[in-house]
């Protein structure tokens, strides 16, 4: 179904000619601050490359981006990291980015002592 994940690498930057390292098919990415873990994006796509380099700042990036790129407005690309897994198949992205997802939220529920019922 999925590879692992790739290390996790510098996100770069655009005006310095950076390019990002990524599958051009289906995957999943993440990206974070390099000096908290902070996830500033997760998801899948069916062309992780380039949805990847339209997270930069861009008013022609979609706008559920927008709001993404204005929440990290005060990090600059150089403080951002990023890593990927590829898929065979958009569909195979978007089952184990559900995946990961449903493990995050465990982990949260776990450290805040919640109690839970996954029957």
Avoid: C
């Amino acid at each position: 179904m999925a590879g692992s994940f790739t290390p996790w690498k510098p996100f770069p930057d655009s005006q310095r000619g950076g390019v990002i390292e990524a599958p051009i098919g289906p995957g999943v990415y993440e990206v974070r601050r390099i000096s908290n873990g902070e996830l500033v994006a997760f998801g899948y796509s069916a062309k992780v490359a380039h949805d990847l380099s339209r997270l930069r700042p861009n008013s022609a990036a979609p706008s559920w981006m927008r709001r993404l790129v204005r929440h990290a407005s005060d990090v600059a690309p150089n403080e951002l990291e990023y890593r990927t897994s590829a898929t065979g198949t958009k569909s195979q992205a978007k089952a184990l980015a559900r995946g990961l997802l449903g493990r995050r939220q465990i982990q949260f529920m776990r450290r805040g002592n919640l109690e839970f019922d996954l029957s």
